[in-house]
């Protein structure tokens, strides 16, 4: 069956970089984007950007651009976000979730279990 | 950016209620709107795609309505694991936004 399974909690000081994994399994990895989502404390979802795995192309939230990076690693199933310059605000649960497919299908599935990351200095 | 509304913010009801929650676009999202169910401490779980296509393994209680700029949530008769936080989201424009949220708690 799908799965998906992120990294653990992080806690991180302010100006540091965080790096979240999202390792998938049960399906054609190179055959779907992966979308992160996040939700800091009190607050909705949050959009931040999504991957083609397969040829690593991305498209990231205006908001992060310039500190989000999103990568994939073929050989193992498993794409990673990482968020530079962290502040307070960062703090959240971190989800990646698969696309279930283009156009009219363009819609999470199947998610991760979410990674907490608190910025505290 | 497309702005998605949702309304109400929060409201109360009761197991076997029918409710209804609506989530309006800033401008034309076709039929490319998503409705996912979120609990506290859970992973968010997509309910409905295409604006009213039922996701497999969805109870079909959920029904979704809509295109353009306004869409619909139903629950026809609220059951007890449906009290959570429900969210819109469009796909059809970049980023992909999300709504603020609709709380259904118990009354």
């Known amino acids: 069956q799908v799965q998906v399974v992120q990294s653990g909690a992080e806690v991180k000081k302010p100006g540091a970089s965080v790096k979240i994994s999202c390792k998938a399994s049960?399906?054609?990895?190179?055959?779907?984007?992966l979308n992160w989502v996040r939700q800091a404390p009190g607050q909705g979802l949050e959009w931040m950007g999504r991957?083609?795995?397969?040829?690593?192309?991305?498209s990231y939230a205006q908001k992060l651009q310039g500190r989000v990076t999103m990568t994939s690693d073929t050989s193992t199933s498993t794409v990673y976000m990482e968020l530079s310059s962290l502040r307070s605000e960062d703090t959240a649960v971190y989800y990646c979730?698969?696309?279930?497919?283009?156009?009219?299908?363009?819609?999470?599935?199947?998610w991760g279990q979410g990674t907490v990351v608190t910025v505290s200095s | 950016d497309i702005q998605m509304t949702q309304s109400p913010s929060s409201l109360s009801a009761s197991v076997g209620d029918r409710v209804t929650i609506t989530c309006r676009a800033s401008?034309?999202?076709?039929?490319?709107l998503n409705w996912y169910l979120h609990k506290p401490g859970k992973a968010p779980k997509l309910l409905i795609f295409?604006?009213?296509r039922l996701e497999s393994g969805v109870p079909s209680r959920f029904s979704g309505s809509g295109s353009g700029t306004d869409f619909t949530l139903t629950i026809s008769s609220l059951q007890p694991e449906d009290f959570a936080t429900y969210y819109c989201q469009q796909s059809y424009g970049t980023p992909r936004t999300f709504g603020g949220g609709t709380t259904v708690d118990i009354k």
């Open positions: 295409a604006a009213s």
């Open positions: 991957i083609n795995p397969g040829v690593g192309s991305t």
């Open positions: 401008q034309s999202v076709s039929i490319y």
């Open positions: 049960g399906y054609t990895f190179t055959s779907y984007y």
């Open positions: 979730a698969r696309v279930k497919g283009p156009d009219w299908q363009d819609a999470s599935d199947s």
